[in-house]
Every structure is written in structure tokens, then in C-alpha cells.
């Protein structure tokens, strides 16, 4: 006979319930990754462990350590290798998220070379697009679309919240 034992790691598990999304968070995840698949330009990967390695995150007050997990970032389609940093690194606000914990780890994707970074915050229904950090636009479900003037992206707002 065999048994199961669960071990638990409190740690660990309640930093992974801090990072667990809510459905809008699911749903504005799955919508933009639905969006860039249908633009030839990108791959859209989610939940990617990209390595820092190359820059101390404790410079940013990030609180990853070897790793940085965009919730969806994006390559170019004829990459390689995924050795790269992606060109687009997008976080969606989790409800047990901070703006000041995303912000942080934008620091450190621009440190990292990536071209631009999105915050999506599924309550409010805005996406902001940070072209580097005193440099961005937020856009509304007022707005027909969001664009990333950096990387020429123009998606309808209405598709990434919708449900």
C-alpha cells in the first residue's frame, strides 16, 4: 500500500497565495495572450522565469532572488533561443499585489534591457505602458485602444477586460 504525506512549506505557500491572481487578473491574462498571438510580430509566453542574474534586484527592492516571473512577457517570433530577455514585459495587478512591488520589478526589466513594460489593473480596467519609468501612458475603457508607441502595438482596450 502506499501512502501519501504532504509535506507543507509555510513559506513558500504564502508567498505563492500573495502572488496567486484573482479571475480578473485570469481573465486580462488570458484576453492579451489571445490578442498578441493573433500579431505575427510577437510569441506571448506566460508565467516565464526569466534570469537576472546579470543585475543585483536589491537595488530595486525587489523581492525575488534569481528569478523575475512576468505574469505574460513578449519575444520577437523568430528568436532562437530564450536566453534573451523578452521585449515586452507585462504585469497584471493581482489584488494582493502593490503598484510599488510592479514598479520595482520595472526597474529592474529596464536595468534588463527590456523596451517596455505594461502595468494592466483589471478593477480600475487601465493599462499603463511605461516606455521606462518617468515615461508612460495609461489608458482607459474610454479609449478605444492601448498603444505602445515603443514597440508600435495598438490592441482594443474593450478585448483585454472583456469577459
Known sequence: ????VEFEDKGHQDEEAKEMGSLNHGIAQANLTALFYNDE???AITELSLDPSQIDLKQFGVKAKDELIPDICLYHRDIMKMTE?????????SPKQSIDEILAKFEAYFALSIKSCWLVAPSLETVTVYANMADYKSFGTHESEVIDEVMDIHLPIQKIFEW
Open 1 to 4: 500500500m502506499t501512502e501519501l
Open 41 to 43: 510580430r510577437f510569441r
Open 85 to 93: 530577455m523578452p521585449i515586452v514585459a507585462l504585469e497584471i495587478l
